[in-house]
């Protein structure tokens, strides 16, 4: 038989957004479709965080942020919290871009690519990233250890990219860890770096499904006040991430960092998050997720994820001020030093 012609869709290219600049999809529903719709909408790409969720609620996510906006977005899956549902619902729903974080792209590209729809992995060094590139993605975000949340990042950011640029060749690049302003990004953008990649930023937004306090934490909080640890292990073990150090941290750290089955209360409830269509779920001590703001229960026991850009967060906003703030920031940067 003569080979039939297959028609592959188009696939959105997400780095032809009006600015470079993406919300990290962070998990837990925390960018979720107000926080995603909102940084469409403003410009800008917006990436859900759907890590921890069950395919339902990451459907009805999905079907939220349709509602909000007709621009482009993406959803962000952990993939050693994934039972492939999720992914599957993401391609089903037909987001324009997955993100992958934390494992082996290969046995996703393939379907992705067949129904239109663009891969992105975040990679922690330069072997990631070359072997995501050559599976085939879209582009590599690089992620530095200043970065808030789970840390693939071996190094700070700005060792990496040199050498990453040399070894990616055509795959577009784009930046996350620490990036807390318009000049941060000009200057990654002058190295040939196409996009950035932001969470802490925009936890601090309106839009933000975190609770106030943690908001407020973030603003209050600079980079010392920051940690990186693997305490907050329950859903998710043995995985570096960056938090806000809090009492249940100190405590834990002044006791001898004891181990998983040694520390105190391991095992007690300490709230619940509301899923919606009645559904909740209980949380652990220690559990990984972040106060999102349908948690109820003993906030101060989650981990408050953030990153060394505390330091450039001045103020809880909404998400279309601190899009034209980093937008002036980085014009008046390439202005200054044209
Ligand atoms: C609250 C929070 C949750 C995060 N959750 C995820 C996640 O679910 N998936 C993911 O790929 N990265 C996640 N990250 C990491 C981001 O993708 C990104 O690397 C990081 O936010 C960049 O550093 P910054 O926070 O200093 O901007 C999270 C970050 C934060 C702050």
């Known amino acids: 038989m003569i080979g039939r012609a297959v028609t592959v869709p188009e696939r959105f290219n997400p ?43 990451v459907g009805q996510l999905i079907k939220e942020t349709r509602q909000l906006t007709s621009r482009p977005f993406g959803a962000n899956v952990i993939l050693p919290m994934s039972d492939g549902q999720d992914v599957a619902i993401c391609f089903d729903e037909g987001v324009e871009v997955l993100v992958l974080f934390w494992g082996d792209p290969q ?50 950011l700005q060792s990496y990219i040199s050498e990453i640029q040399h070894e990616l060749r055509d795959t577009p690049l784009i930046a996350a860890g620490g990036i807390d302003s318009g000049e941060k990004i000009a200057n990654l953008i002058k190295q040939g770096v196409q996009a950035v990649s932001l969470g802490t930023r925009f936890v601090a937004s309106t839009e933000a499904r975190a609770t106030t306090s943690y908001k407020e934490k973030i603003v209050s909080s600079s980079a010392g006040d920051t940690v990186l640890t693997k305490l907050y292990d329950m859903g998710w073990k043995n995985a570096k991430h960056r938090v ?19 520390r105190t209360d391991e095992g007690e409830t300490i709230g619940r998050i509301e899923l919606g269509s009645n559904r909740t779920m209980s949380v652990p001590k220690y559990s990984v997720f972040p106060p999102v703001s349908s948690f109820n229960g003993n906030e101060n026991e989650l981990p408050f994820y953030a990153g060394k850009s505390v330091d450039g967060i001045h103020k809880i906003e909404g998400t279309r001020t601190i899009v034209e703030t980093l937008v002036r920031e980085t014009r008046s940067h390439f202005e200054r030093y044209k």
């Open 244 to 262: 806000i150090k809090t009492p249940l941290y100190e405590n834990w750290h002044q006791n001898g960092c004891l181990k998983a089955g040694d």
């Open 107 to 156: 046995p996703f590209i393939k379907d992705a690519h067949k129904r239109g729809i663009s891969l992105v992995i975040q990679c922690g060094n330069v072997e990631e990233a070359v072997y995501a590139a050559s599976c085939g993605a879209d582009a590599i975000i690089i992620q530095g250890t200043e970065a808030g949340g789970h840390v693939k990042g071996e190094l700070e």
């Open 15 to 57: 780095l032809e957004t009006k600015y470079p600049i993406w919300n990290a999809g962070m998990g837990g529903g925390l960018a979720g479709p107000e926080l995603v719709a909102s940084v469409s909408e403003s410009g800008c790409f917006g990436v859900l965080g759907t890590g921890g969720l069950a395919s339902e609620s």
